[in-house]
């Protein structure tokens, strides 16, 4: 199964982010566009250069990317939403849900370059 990008430059790309993040603002195609280029942008230069091993995989396969990439994008346009959403006290909504947004926060970056349990030892 390939993995790619989420985009909403297609009614079935639209439809498939919002299968996958219903609050997604869909209804302006441009602004929704921008977050998750902005996020997939974000993923990549957080993300680690690639072994010669992965690139030449990765060359054998249209469009492949890592699932977890794809998943970091989803979660960072979340991110990037909220944040653009979130009223100078940090309060977002009626209900007075507060939260402090933070781009590539810990759990994204995680999500980008899991951590392999193993010490570094020199």
Request: proline share 7%; hydrophobic share 40%; aromatic share 10%.
């Amino acid at each position: 199964m390939t993995t790619t990008w989420y985009s909403v430059a297609t009614p079935e790309e639209a439809q498939r982010l919002l299968s996958a993040w219903s609050d997604a603002p869909v209804e302006n195609a441009e602004l929704c566009g921008f977050l998750l280029d902005i996020a997939k942008d974000q993923v990549l230069a957080y993300a680690p250069a690639q072994t010669p091993n992965e690139a030449f995989l990765a060359a054998l396969e249209d469009d492949a990317v890592p699932a977890r990439y794809v998943y970091a994008q989803l979660e960072q346009a979340k991110n990037l939403w909220n944040a653009g959403r979130a009223q100078q006290d940090g309060g977002v909504g009626a209900e007075g849900y507060s939260f402090t947004p933070r781009p590539l926060d810990k759990t994204i970056r995680s999500i980008i370059r899991p951590t392999s349990g193993v010490a570094d030892v020199f």
